[in-house]
């Protein structure tokens, strides 16, 4: 990442990361004579904190960083896997499925609200465009802070906000293609609006984009992706706008609101061949013809792709209250409705009923944070509160007309009714947690933190899917539900902290935390065996199969450097589980496993000015990931889950109003003990841009060489979907050489 200095911000801009001021260790540069120890972070405490005095390793993803990527046509989160080194490459289509951090999963926020729910749905980074982010603050490693959700890391988007003066305008358009046919372009335009007073400020920022067709190296259309979905043919529109008070006593209120809605707007897609034969053996004897395969006009269904949130919150702050301590108060609440791509199947118990559909997923989330900060001199801090919060989750699963659909090769799907897709689920939360900094010495802290969390899980009476599917095919007049219930968790989670001055400019850090993860109870409950009349023999319920919650531990030692044009930091960690979660490929539910899982690996990086014109570097992820077996031998993790080690080299160059980069990523191979390999590929990018007298054009080309490979997702679909579909179907070739340009102006 390029040398930054982040100016301090207001308490309520760095509240989202306000209690991470013992983990996060941002590496921040100024300046080749500057050193961390003058280096002054907004993501730390609930005040600017100096970098030198935290123990942990994070990065920043600065807004000249960030554009850098996206204007020039990169995806957020392929500029996300490019920029942070503990994260892995996203998939190019809608889903960040695969994209974990040190191995495991990721929680995801904006503004400090979270974008997970209890049925882990992946549309994080299809959440908000780059246009209105300011930066992103990601914390790698479990964190007993933010509790459940976060046992990999954290990625925090910031979203931009205005300033005082006068009206200013922000205007942006650009398009990607790569001249493979009149299909191959998205176009994005965007415009924002910003000003205020000494008492208000304000902007509000709206992002229009819209996508054409994927092509590969190879010149073909890439197969739109039937699983998680893509985004050919998208459109997207985000709308998203802020208001910051000062009021009277230092006291300041900020309030923001989101508008996102990102769905499938064309009439292309699949032609899996008729009676589905490229794909779906089970519906022609176990035979298949994927040469039938192929993308082609005509597509025409009652339910296609979407993700469309509406989210808000307030942040409040006021400076002096119960013997001068800092009160935040955080509320939120998100609304989501998530459409998947429609899917072929068949019932896992006999008779063996076939079927075709789209499930709608829909999370309400809304919760209240409270945090009292109290420093005793520059000697002691601490920072405590509570949190509240409350998620319910419902589905509903779309069937087509089976004939119809199978004789048009899946282009042609007509709602026929609507089943129940997983059971209801609510889960509600309550927690307390303090986090204390002591400074020992002149050159050692200390940061310790305790964070005491209740769960409760509440899942309604469903019947299985595959009776449902009975049932609307007219093989079954009704069928007993399997019982809801509900259960309890409630988790301890601490953390310690000590970092060392070793120098100016130069510290050493040793950290252990705990992270919890709870499984996806939709996923798991509602399952059950039946009798030929719909009786349940017996189901998988709260009270008989019980889900447990997953603890993560982790350890990390560390050391960063900042210091004639140097730039380093490296930090080797250690992460434990002693549960695991794995898919059943042809049910696609998930099994909860007692089995430990073990996570080690070096993560980091290293840069180095040159001169006042050029920058070099490297960012790296060095993972191994292990699992043991009933008899305690230790082997490699399934591909599915584990992440690859990887490794990626830049430079850069600057030039007056010019500015170049070059940058390559490899991915390494990775296999696990059941015989799975996902094989790797490096590719190179070159981003630029370019000051006019008025506004700014970046560029950029994409896949420079014109690497022909085949996508991480895409591998890992062949092994989820194997017992579904062909692999043919979900094959997906990564995108072949793009161009991108983007003209921006402010006025």
């Known amino acids: 990442m390029n040398p930054i200095r982040l100016a301090p911000a207001t308490p309520l801009r760095s509240l989202p990361l306000a209690l991470l001021a013992t983990f996060a260790a941002i590496p921040a540069f100024a300046t080749d004579s500057a050193t961390l120890d003058n280096v002054v972070v907004s993501a730390g405490a609930a005040k600017p904190t100096q970098i030198s005095e935290l123990p942990g390793v994070a990065w920043v993803v600065t807004a000249e960083e960030l554009q850098e990527q996206t204007k020039a046509g990169i995806p957020l989160k392929e500029a996300l896997g490019n920029l942070v080194p503990g994260l892995d490459i996203g998939s190019q289509g809608r889903s960040n499925n695969d994209q974990n951090m040190r191995g495991r999963s990721v929680l995801v926020m904006i503004d400090g609200v979270s974008l997970n729910s209890s049925r882990n749905l992946s549309r994080q980074f299809d959440s908000i465009d780059p246009f209105n982010i300011e930066r992103i603050e990601v914390i790698s490693g479990a964190n007993a802070l933010y509790g459940a959700g976060a046992t990999g890391g954290i990625i925090n988007i910031i979203t931009k906000h205005g300033e005082a003066g006068p009206a200013r305008f922000t205007t942006e358009a650009g398009v990607r293609t790569g001249f ?28 229009y984009q819209k996508n054409g067709a994927v092509y590969g190296a190879d010149g073909k259309q890439v197969f739109t992706d039937i699983t998680q979905t893509d985004l050919q043919y998208n459109q997207s529109i985000d709308l998203l706008g802020n208001l910051d008070f000062k009021l009277s006593g230092g006291q300041k209120l900020s309030v923001m609101a989101q508008y996102y809605d990102s769905g499938y707007d064309g009439d292309r897609s699949l032609y899996m061949g008729k009676n589905l034969i490229g794909s779906f053996p089970v519906l022609n004897g176990n035979k298949s013809d994927p040469s039938q395969l192929e993308m082609r006009d005509g597509f025409d269904s009652d339910r296609t792709p979407r993700t469309k949130r509406l989210m808000g919150q307030f942040d409040y702050f006021a400076p002096n209250i119960l013997g001068g301590q800092e009160l935040y108060v955080q509320g939120y609440a998100r609304q989501e409705k998530i459409d998947f ?33 109290k420093d005793w001199g520059d000697i002691f801090s601490l920072s405590y509160g509570l949190e509240a919060s409350r998620e319910e989750f419902d589905s509903n699963q779309m069937l087509f007309d089976f004939k119809t659909a199978s004789q048009s090769g899946g282009m042609q799907l007509h709602e026929t009714t609507q089943i129940g897709r997983y059971p209801g689920v609510q889960t509600g939360g309550i927690s307390a947690f303090a986090q204390a900094k002591w400074r020992l010495t002149d050159k050692l802290n200390l940061d310790f933190g305790l964070r005491q969390q209740h ?59 705990e992270g919890f993860e709870l499984p996806d109870a939709a996923k798991w409950y509602g399952q059950g065996n039946y009798t030929s009349t719909g009786k349940l023999i017996q189901g998988v319920s709260v009270t008989n199969s019980a889900l447990d919650g997953i603890k993560t531990h982790q350890v990390e030692l560390g050391w960063r450097y900042g210091r004639n044009g140097w730039q380093l930091q490296a930090a080797p960690f250690y992460t434990w589980s002693d549960k695991s979660l794995s898919y059943d490929s042809t049910t696609l539910l998930i099994k909860e496993l007692n089995q430990k899982v073990r996570t080690y690996g070096l993560e980091g990086q290293v840069a180095y000015n040159l001169n006042d014109n050029w920058r070099v570097g490297s960012n790296f992820l060095a993972i191994k990931s292990e699992q043991q077996d009933s008899k305690g031998n230790w082997s490699k993790r399934d591909v599915t889950a584990a992440s690859p080690s990887k490794v990626s080299l830049f430079t850069d160059w600057t030039h007056g109003d010019t500015a170049l980069r070059l940058q390559g990523q490899q991915v390494f191979d990775l296999s696990d003990a059941a015989g799975n390999k996902l094989k790797g590929y ?13 506004g700014t054009l970046n560029f950029g080309i994409q896949n420079l060489f014109n690497k022909q490979y085949q996508t991480l997702w895409s591998q890992r679909s062949q092994i989820y979907y194997g017992k579904l579909v062909t692999p043919q179907t979900v094959y997906y070739e990564g995108r072949g050489r793009t161009y991108g340009v983007t003209y921006t102006v402010s006025y």
């Open 455 to 513: 769960m409760k899980n509440s899942v309604d009476d469903f019947v299985a899917f595959n009776q449902q599917i009975y049932i609307a095919n007219g093989n079954l007049k009704s069928a007993d539900a399997v019982p809801g219930g509900s259960k309890s968790y409630d988790v301890t989670l601490p953390n310690v902290g000590v970092v060392y001055k070793l120098m100016p400019g130069s510290q050493v850090w040793a950290n252990y935390s």
């Open 180 to 207: 493979n046919a009149g299909d191959d372009a998205d176009w994005k335009l965007a415009q924002s609006v910003s000003g205020g007073n000494d008492w208000v400020v304000g902007r509000l920022g709206l992002a």
């Open 341 to 373: 791509f429609p899917f072929p199947g068949y019932t896992s118990t006999k008779p063996t009923v076939l079927y075709y559909g789209a499930s709608q997923q829909n999370t309400d989330l809304y919760g209240l944070k409270a945090v009292l900060n």
């Open 682 to 694: 490096a590719i190179f990018d070159l981003l630029g841009s370019h000051k006019l007298p008025v």
